[in-house]
């Protein structure tokens, strides 16, 4: 039982080229969606401040989608980073504002991930992932938009809409697209193909 | 770039609120999700 334990962490720890790869593509693919997205985002924010900020949750869908499939620490935020870089390089109108929500989200997704030890994939954990990845970002957004002039209640009412519209739109999305792979039966050489 | 937060105190109240909420929420996920590794396989 031990050696199992001690071959398990060994295998969070063990990149495979593959791995390395999925999440890259994940990284840039969804990088380059999500600058023609920003357009959509920047309309509810201009119209609706912190809480049009909060409105349109798809952002999140390539850290969770990526830890799903891969299953190692640091793939959610490895790939959050490329697509921030990606994003700010394909013409999201953020420009670099973009770098900040590649790091914030990638690191709330990872941290809920790293929490439950990279074992369990069930929708509360991918909703909690994508939600959490917002709440996090928030701190960014909030600050580079300069929303701090408005009420401490716009602002708290923006990240609970943000918690559940990121929870459904990334972390249920991610799960969805994930499990559609895991039935197709192309990712049997991940993590993921391997333990449901 | 200007980063300004709602609160006289700045940054911080912010800061600590979500540090707090974020150890609370991965304590109780640690404490619902136990490791499976030893009993995989």
Not at chain 1, 169 to 175: D, F, R
Request: charged share 10%; net charge positive.
């Amino acid at each position: 039982m031990a050696e199992r334990t001690a071959s398990y962490k060994q295998s969070l720890g063990s990149w495979t080229t593959l791995d390395i790869v999925i999440v890259a593509v994940i990284g840039v693919v969804f990088g380059f969606l999500n600058s023609p997205f920003g357009l959509i985002y920047q309309s509810f924010q201009a119209a609706f401040g912190a809480i049009g900020a909060n409105i349109f949750g798809v952002f999140n869908i390539s850290p969770v989608l990526a830890m799903f499939i891969v299953r190692k620490p640091g793939a959610a935020l490895v790939c959050m980073l490329i697509n921030g870089l990606v994003q700010m390089l394909s013409g999201n109108p953020a420009g670099a504002i973009t770098l900040g929500w590649g790091v914030t989200q990638g690191l709330g997704a990872e941290i809920i991930f790293w929490a439950v030890r990279y074992q369990h994939f069930d929708w509360k954990v991918m909703f909690l992932a994508g939600a959490w990845a917002n709440v996090f970002s928030n701190f960014w957004t909030y600050g580079v938009y300069g929303f701090g002039g408005q009420s401490i209640q716009i602002l708290v009412a923006g990240t609970v809409i943000g918690f559940f519209t990121y929870g459904v739109l990334s972390g249920l999305v991610a799960l969805a697209i994930g499990k559609a792979l895991q039935t197709s039966g192309v990712l049997r050489s991940f993590a993921s193909g391997q333990r449901t | 770039m200007n980063i300004t937060f709602a609160t006289d105190a700045g940054y911080w109240p912010w800061a600590a609120i979500f540090v707090v909420l974020t150890v609370i929420l991965v304590f109780a996920l640690r404490r619902f999700y136990p490791d499976t590794s030893e009993h995989s396989g």
